[in-house]
């Protein structure tokens, strides 16, 4: 038996798993010289996936069952004694079976709560081969899935977090997050060790919106791909959020190897990438992120053609001003010198830090604010105006690929913030301009940010306090 057409490892494995599981279930295996043909011969063909399609190939070319299995799509790992095993990437081999018009997908039993996201075709779960052969020749017909007695999505969260009520002081990042966490902007917080940054970034996932089915399904989509998704809930309901810590390498951030495998700014798509230590991270990782910020999706390339993975993520960056940690705090002082600083600072480079639309100075909390027993503002309370800040961008933007402000070309940004400028706020922006020298990347987005604030304050007009506020989160204090 051969197997042609760019077959990698584990798909050349298929022959040992297709001829002991043929020969387990009770059928034969033709003693005769067999060539399966994987085409398009120009496409690597990656995974056990195919094992499930080869036997019945094989056993329908042999005659052993009469049936048409011409529209039908057959997928899963085999296991020796003939057994379907849980295969990774189902959810999105589904998708392309209802857009390609294919009536049924035969796919192992256990990941058909994964498949049936997919409405419009009819899952049929496999648990073993010989249980197929005997559906195909209408012995033991197998029930399709049921979707109805399975829908019971389990409510409990996947990612704990921190609640904003616990956190003291710091209101002005908190606003700043909740900013953030409504329109999709980019954040990044600086401030001295222990000002509570890494927990602020923690507890951002409790005030982020929840998603459409249509944003849960397309990052459902990356994890089962990647073979991250729990077994026991087929759709990720909750916004991703990714902490790599800074050793990772270059293809583990935004996707590659061997065989391309989603990086973590895929694995953070629709939800939020934090890297904690920004400077720590290398060079070369941090530019490698530039280009998926502004294109919201990563290409990786290989000899073997190109794989273009989602990448719609919110970057939060968390840092200390110097080395030591203190530059810029009141009290405390620094004992880096002006070179070491500037050491520091360059390692994230200018064009980095020009994607980045909101930057947060995080201070020392004072000792009355810590000791005070008073609980903040609850999550939820902030998670309900990041929700109806939302609500209105999904209006706005209804029938078009935007979800948020953060999306927005120069062409949107025209028709929905410099359209809707009340005349003071006009004015206002023009001295920043002037003042502040900002380009005009960086005018976008406090078009952006100013559209976002609105938002919040459940306004279509932007108003003078809206530039103002936005204009305040574009300056770079100690950091
Ligand atoms: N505003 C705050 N309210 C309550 N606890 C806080 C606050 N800020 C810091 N803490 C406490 O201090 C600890 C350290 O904070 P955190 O790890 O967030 O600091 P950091 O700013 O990330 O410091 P570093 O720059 O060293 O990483 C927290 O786990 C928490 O217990
Ligand atoms: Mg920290």
């Given at each position: 038996m051969t197997i042609v057409g760019l077959p990698d490892t584990a798909v050349q494995e298929a022959k040992e798993r297709v001829r002991s599981a043929i020969r387990n279930c009770g059928l034969t295996f033709p003693q005769k010289r067999i060539t399966v043909n994987l085409a398009p011969a120009d496409i690597r063909k990656e995974g056990p996936a195919y094992d499930l399609p080869i036997a019945i190939g094989i056993v329908i070319a042999s005659q052993q069952v009469a049936a048409d299995a011409s529209s039908s799509l057959f997928l899963g790992e085999l296991s020796l004694d003939g057994q379907v095993r849980h295969t990774h990437g189902i959810l999105p081999m589904a998708a392309l079976a209802r857009e390609r018009g294919i009536g049924s997908v035969f796919v192992p039993a256990a990941d058909a709560c994964e498949a049936a996201l997919i409405e419009g075709v009819e899952i049929i779960p496999v648990a073993s081969l010989g249980q197929l052969a005997a559906h195909l020749q209408g012995l033991a017909p197998i029930a399709p899935f049921d979707r109805e007695a399975a829908a019971a999505p389990t409510a409990e969260p996947l990612w704990e977090g921190v609640d904003?009520?616990?956190?003291?002081?710091?209101e002005h990042v908190k606003r700043a997050l909740e900013v953030a966490a409504a329109g999709g902007h980019n954040v990044l917080m600086s401030g001295p060790p222990g000002a509570g940054k890494t927990l602020l970034a923690r507890a951002l996932p409790s005030i982020l919106p929840s998603m459409t089915s249509g944003e849960a399904l397309e990052v459902t989509k990356v994890y089962s791909v990647s073979g991250l998704l729990p077994s026991d809930r087929p759709l990720i309901s909750q916004r991703p959020f990714r902490s790599p810590h800074h050793t990772i390498s270059n293809a583990g951030l935004v996707g590659g190897g061997r065989q391309p495998r989603p990086g973590e700014i895929s694995l953070s798509h629709r939800g939020v990438l934090f890297l904690d230590?920004?400077?720590?991270?290398?060079h070369s990782v941090l530019e490698a992120i530039r280009q998926p910020l502004e294109d919201r999706v990563v290409t990786v390339s290989r000899a073997q053609g190109n794989v273009t993975f989602p990448a719609n993520f919110m970057l939060v960056g968390a840092m200390n001003p110097c080395p030591c940690g203190f530059w810029g705090d009141p009290t405390k002082e620094c004992t880096c010198s002006p070179l070491t600083i500037t050491r520091y600072q360059k390692r994230m480079s200018g064009p980095l830090l020009d994607r980045i639309d909101i930057f947060a100075d995080v201070p020392r909390v004072e000792y009355e604010k810590l000791a005070d027993d008073a609980l903040g503002e609850h999550s939820e309370q902030v998670r309900q105006r990041v929700e109806r800040a939302r609500s209105r961008q999904q209006q706005r933007f209804?029938?078009?690929?935007?979800?948020?402000?953060?999306?927005?070309t120069p062409l949107e940004v025209r028709q929905h913030c410099q359209g809707v400028l009340e005349d003071g706020a006009k004015s206002l922006l023009r001295l920043a301009m002037n003042q502040l020298a900002l380009s005009a990347r960086s005018f976008h987005r406090v078009l952006k940010l100013a559209r976002t604030i609105a938002d919040l304050a459940g306004s279509e007009a932007i108003t003078t306090p809206h530039v103002a506020e936005a204009l305040q989160y574009r300056q770079r204090g100690s950091g």
């Amino acid at each position: 038996m051969t197997i042609v057409g760019l077959p990698d490892t584990a798909v050349q494995e298929a022959k040992e798993r297709v001829r002991s599981a043929i020969r387990n279930c009770g059928l034969t295996f033709p003693q005769k010289r067999i060539t399966v043909n994987l085409a398009p011969a120009d496409i690597r063909k990656e995974g056990p996936a195919y094992d499930l399609p080869i036997a019945i190939g094989i056993v329908i070319a042999s005659q052993q069952v009469a049936a048409d299995a011409s529209s039908s799509l057959f997928l899963g790992e085999l296991s020796l004694d003939g057994q379907v095993r849980h295969t990774h990437g189902i959810l999105p081999m589904a998708a392309l079976a209802r857009e390609r018009g294919i009536g049924s997908v035969f796919v192992p039993a256990a990941d058909a709560c994964e498949a049936a996201l997919i409405e419009g075709v009819e899952i049929i779960p496999v648990a073993s081969l010989g249980q197929l052969a005997a559906h195909l020749q209408g012995l033991a017909p197998i029930a399709p899935f049921d979707r109805e007695a399975a829908a019971a999505p389990t409510a409990e969260p996947l990612w704990e977090g921190v609640d904003f009520c616990h956190i003291k002081g710091q209101e002005h990042v908190k606003r700043a997050l909740e900013v953030a966490a409504a329109g999709g902007h980019n954040v990044l917080m600086s401030g001295p060790p222990g000002a509570g940054k890494t927990l602020l970034a923690r507890a951002l996932p409790s005030i982020l919106p929840s998603m459409t089915s249509g944003e849960a399904l397309e990052v459902t989509k990356v994890y089962s791909v990647s073979g991250l998704l729990p077994s026991d809930r087929p759709l990720i309901s909750q916004r991703p959020f990714r902490s790599p810590h800074h050793t990772i390498s270059n293809a583990g951030l935004v996707g590659g190897g061997r065989q391309p495998r989603p990086g973590e700014i895929s694995l953070s798509h629709r939800g939020v990438l934090f890297l904690d230590e920004l400077p720590e991270f290398g060079h070369s990782v941090l530019e490698a992120i530039r280009q998926p910020l502004e294109d919201r999706v990563v290409t990786v390339s290989r000899a073997q053609g190109n794989v273009t993975f989602p990448a719609n993520f919110m970057l939060v960056g968390a840092m200390n001003p110097c080395p030591c940690g203190f530059w810029g705090d009141p009290t405390k002082e620094c004992t880096c010198s002006p070179l070491t600083i500037t050491r520091y600072q360059k390692r994230m480079s200018g064009p980095l830090l020009d994607r980045i639309d909101i930057f947060a100075d995080v201070p020392r909390v004072e000792y009355e604010k810590l000791a005070d027993d008073a609980l903040g503002e609850h999550s939820e309370q902030v998670r309900q105006r990041v929700e109806r800040a939302r609500s209105r961008q999904q209006q706005r933007f209804a029938g078009t690929r935007l979800i948020c402000n953060a999306e927005m070309t120069p062409l949107e940004v025209r028709q929905h913030c410099q359209g809707v400028l009340e005349d003071g706020a006009k004015s206002l922006l023009r001295l920043a301009m002037n003042q502040l020298a900002l380009s005009a990347r960086s005018f976008h987005r406090v078009l952006k940010l100013a559209r976002t604030i609105a938002d919040l304050a459940g306004s279509e007009a932007i108003t003078t306090p809206h530039v103002a506020e936005a204009l305040q989160y574009r300056q770079r204090g100690s950091g």
